[in-house]
């Protein structure tokens, strides 16, 4: 998976988004040791400021956890992981719909769409 | 830092006069390798005064080259664009000065001592040696003081007058550096009018002596005649004036060190 | 305590004033974008900070120091054109830089060189003008410096040697020191700065936090300073 980011928002909450991607979709495991902070910085090639400071809320989601001298895990809390995986989901499926009926497309029509698009 | 500063200079200044020496002494050495078998061939006696012509020209270029070489140091260094690495360096702006200063005064030296040896090796100086041996003998008599002294005041005054010409043009560049347009082309004027101010400082400072100290002086110098006594006075007072002059520039170059200007 | 404060600082060349009563406090750790279009002051108040040039009025402070030798030895500083003697081999000036700058890290710049396929024994005036640029970049990043000043470190580089300047800036960036970027080059950049300054006619015309900025007007930075120097 790749980061990804536009300049038009705060760095750092697209920074959360991308890190809370990576839990979700399981690139990043449960219990799994993080980079350090510089490192990550590096990898995203953004400022390891404003890399800490996502860090920090996602912390305070509690996707994260810090053992104080071995740095940062991946919450092992799968309960919370699904959550927050349906929430985005939700969000997602939200917005598709959003789109759909904006082009004039009734809920049962999309639902087709989706059956007829092969994956 | 003075020492580690120091060592880039005479590197840096090396580079360009190590060449020149080689060079000198490379020809002093043809020289007096052809003039062994000069008499022997024209051909060779042709080449031996060219190459004699050439030797000529680069002994009467190396003294200016080296003070082109210094000027060129002060000025690339310290105002060119490699002066915003020099002047970002945690080092005093008398630290500079004393360098470039010490560093000109090393190579104008080395040069002329090169420029001895390169002479003696590709001619016969026993001769040149005798009249000057002679002419000092005539000096010392007339000024009532032993040889050594004529020596060693011919070497501080050569010296001084070396320095006070590099120094000069240091504080005509430094001076150029407060316009903010041509900045070269206000050294070189800045130059010249040191030059005309320092020419008249030394004769104001004449007239002072003159009033002051010795008012016979005037007769001496109407009449032409060289008495030991004013002699020597004449040649202290110059002394002093060059100190003097040597001791603005460094002011005024120091002053602007420290007040840069580097667009 | 901050790292840089500048106080009611004037400057003018003859009767132009470039900078107009400028006042400033840059903390440590942050990486701050000095913005602005050519000619609105940037590389004035750049070289007031080191020295190259004397204000007219106000005070510049390092450290809670005025600038000098002390401030010199803590600031690391990557002017917008090249500065070194070019009759020098790369193997020279690291010697040069770690004879005057006891926080110059030969080794890390050796190492710098060695991912860049620069042959340290090569002499400057053999090399491409963009290497030559990466050399100093080597040069200055390699010091452990309290505020590295780099004055339009991307301007006229090629897409590459922007990526592999902006990834030496950042991997070499600690939490003990700042860094002041200045550039008109926005978007290339605006990713990796914690703070903007957006400086215009002289005068500092905003200061932020980007992030903070994104958020309050929905608008990358540069399109922000975009629409602030609008012709």
């Given at each position: 998976?790749?980061?990804?980011?536009?300049?038009?928002?705060?760095?750092?909450?697209?920074?959360?988004?991308?890190?809370?991607l990576?839990?979700?979709?399981?690139?990043?495991?449960?219990?799994?040791k993080?980079?350090?902070?510089?490192?990550l910085?590096?990898?995203?090639?953004?400022?390891?400021?404003?890399?800490?400071?996502?860090?920090?809320?996602?912390?305070e989601l509690?996707?994260?956890?810090?053992?104080?001298?071995?740095?940062?895990?991946?919450?092992?809390?799968?309960?919370?992981?699904?959550?927050c995986?349906?929430?985005?989901?939700?969000?997602?499926?939200?917005?598709?719909?959003?789109?759909?009926?904006?082009?004039?497309?009734?809920?049962?029509e999309?639902?087709?769409?989706?059956?007829?698009?092969?994956? | 830092?003075?020492?580690?500063?120091?060592?880039?200079?005479?590197?840096?200044?090396?580079?360009?006069?190590?060449?020149?020496?080689?060079?000198?002494?490379?020809?002093?050495?043809?020289?007096?390798?052809?003039?062994?078998?000069?008499?022997?061939?024209?051909?060779?006696?042709?080449?031996?005064?060219?190459?004699?012509?050439?030797?000529?020209?680069?002994m009467?270029?190396?003294?200016?080259?080296?003070?082109?070489?210094?000027?060129?140091?002060?000025?690339?260094?310290?105002?060119?664009?490699?002066?915003y690495?020099?002047?970002?360096?945690?080092?005093?702006?008398?630290?500079?000065?004393?360098?470039?200063?010490?560093?000109?005064?090393?190579?104008?030296?080395?040069?002329?001592?090169?420029?001895?040896?390169?002479?003696?090796?590709?001619?016969?100086?026993?001769?040149?040696?005798?009249?000057?041996?002679?002419?000092?003998?005539i000096?010392?008599?007339?000024?009532?003081?032993s040889?050594?002294?004529?020596?060693?005041?011919?070497?501080?005054?050569?010296?001084?007058?070396?320095?006070?010409?590099?120094l000069?043009v240091?504080?005509?560049?430094?001076?150029?550096?407060?316009?903010?347009?041509?900045?070269?082309?206000?050294?070189?004027?800045?130059?010249?009018?040191?030059?005309y101010?320092?020419?008249i400082?030394?004769?104001?400072?004449?007239?002072?002596?003159?009033?002051?100290?010795?008012p016979?002086?005037?007769?001496?110098?109407?009449?032409?005649?060289?008495?030991?006594?004013?002699?020597?006075?004449?040649?202290?007072?110059?002394?002093i004036?060059?100190?003097?002059?040597?001791?603005?520039?460094?002011?005024?170059?120091?002053?602007?060190l420290?007040?840069?200007?580097?667009? | 305590?901050?790292?840089?404060?500048?106080?009611?600082?004037?400057?003018?060349?003859?009767?132009?004033?470039?900078?107009?009563?400028?006042?400033?406090?840059?903390?440590?750790?942050?990486?701050?974008?000095?913005?602005?279009?050519?000619?609105?002051?940037?590389?004035?108040?750049?070289?007031?900070?080191n020295?190259?040039?004397?204000?007219?009025?106000?005070?510049?402070?390092?450290?809670?120091?005025?600038?000098?030798?002390?401030?010199?030895?803590?600031?690391?500083?990557?002017?917008?054109?090249?500065?070194?003697?070019?009759?020098m081999?790369?193997?020279e000036?690291?010697?040069?830089?770690?004879?005057?700058?006891?926080?110059?890290?030969?080794?890390?710049?050796?190492?710098?060189?060695?991912?860049?396929?620069?042959?340290?024994?090569?002499?400057?005036?053999?090399?491409?003008?963009?290497?030559?640029?990466?050399?100093?970049?080597?040069?200055?990043?390699?010091?452990k410096?309290?505020?590295?000043?780099?004055?339009?470190?991307?301007?006229?580089?090629?897409?590459?040697?922007?990526?592999?300047?902006?990834?030496?800036?950042?991997?070499?960036?600690?939490?003990?020191?700042?860094i002041?970027?200045?550039?008109?080059?926005?978007?290339?950049?605006?990713?990796?700065?914690?703070?903007?300054?957006?400086?215009?006619?002289?005068?500092?015309?905003?200061?932020?936090?980007?992030?903070?900025?994104?958020?309050?007007?929905?608008?990358?930075?540069?399109?922000?300073?975009?629409?602030?120097?609008?012709?």
């Amino acid at each position: 998976m790749q980061w990804s980011f536009n300049n038009d928002r705060p760095i750092y909450i697209q920074l959360v988004e991308n890190l809370k991607l990576f839990i979700i979709s399981g690139t990043y495991k449960p219990g799994e040791k993080l980079l350090s902070v510089r490192d990550l910085a590096a990898l995203a090639k953004v400022n390891p400021n404003t890399m800490q400071k996502a860090l920090t809320e996602l912390e305070e989601l509690g996707l994260i956890y810090t053992e104080r001298t071995n740095g940062k895990f991946v919450t092992l809390d799968s309960k919370l992981i699904q959550k927050c995986k349906e929430k985005l989901a939700k969000e997602k499926s939200f917005i598709y719909l959003n789109d759909m009926m904006n082009l004039g497309f009734s809920k049962e029509e999309t639902i087709k769409y989706l059956n007829k698009e092969e994956k | 830092m003075l020492k580690k500063v120091l060592k880039y200079d005479l590197q840096s200044m090396g580079k360009s006069l190590f060449p020149l020496y080689a060079a000198l002494i490379i020809m002093a050495i043809i020289l007096r390798l052809l003039n062994l078998v000069a008499d022997k061939l024209v051909l060779i006696e042709i080449i031996y005064g060219f190459m004699l012509l050439l030797f000529v020209l680069l002994m009467v270029g190396a003294l200016f080259y080296t003070f082109f070489i210094a000027i060129k140091r002060y000025y690339k260094n310290l105002f060119s664009n490699e002066g915003y690495l020099t002047h970002t360096l945690p080092v005093s702006a008398s630290s500079l000065l004393v360098s470039k200063t010490i560093s000109a005064f090393v190579y104008l030296i080395a040069t002329s001592i090169v420029m001895i040896l390169a002479l003696m090796i590709a001619i016969d100086t026993s001769q040149i040696f005798e009249i000057l041996k002679q002419g000092i003998e005539i000096m010392a008599l007339s000024m009532k003081v032993s040889n050594s002294t004529i020596i060693i005041f011919s070497i501080l005054f050569i010296i001084l007058g070396y320095m006070s010409y590099v120094l000069m043009v240091y504080a005509g560049i430094s001076l150029g550096q407060i316009h903010n347009n041509n900045k070269l082309v206000f050294s070189v004027v800045w130059s010249i009018v040191l030059y005309y101010i320092s020419q008249i400082i030394s004769i104001v400072m004449l007239g002072v002596m003159v009033v002051l100290i010795n008012p016979e002086l005037i007769d001496m110098i109407n009449q032409n005649s060289p008495a030991p006594d004013e002699m020597n006075q004449i040649i202290i007072f110059s002394f002093i004036t060059s100190l003097i002059l040597i001791g603005i520039y460094y002011i005024i170059s120091h002053n602007r060190l420290k007040h840069l200007n580097l667009q | 305590m901050s790292l840089l404060t500048c106080h009611n600082l004037s400057k003018s060349y003859g009767k132009t004033l470039v900078l107009n009563d400028i006042n400033l406090e840059i903390p440590s750790g942050k990486i701050i974008g000095l913005l602005g279009p050519n000619g609105s002051g940037k590389t004035t108040l750049i070289k007031l900070i080191n020295g190259l040039l004397m204000p007219n009025s106000g005070e510049i402070l390092i450290n809670m120091k005025p600038v000098g030798i002390n401030s010199k030895k803590v600031i690391s500083y990557l002017p917008e054109h090249s500065y070194l003697n070019f009759n020098m081999k790369v193997n020279e000036l690291i010697q040069y830089f770690s004879d005057f700058y006891k926080d110059f890290d030969k080794e890390k710049a050796y190492q710098l060189l060695k991912k860049l396929n620069i042959n340290a024994k090569d002499k400057l005036s053999a090399m491409s003008k963009g290497m030559k640029e990466k050399v100093q970049l080597v040069l200055v990043m390699s010091r452990k410096a309290d505020l590295y000043i780099l004055d339009e470190p991307i301007g006229g580089v090629d897409p590459a040697t922007r990526d592999y300047i902006l990834d030496t800036i950042l991997t070499n960036f600690n939490k003990e020191a700042s860094i002041i970027i200045s550039t008109h080059l926005i978007s290339d950049i605006e990713k990796i700065l914690d703070e903007v300054i957006f400086i215009k006619n002289g005068q500092i015309y905003l200061y932020g936090e980007a992030d903070e900025l994104r958020a309050q007007k929905g608008k990358s930075i540069d399109e922000i300073f975009r629409e602030e120097f609008k012709c």
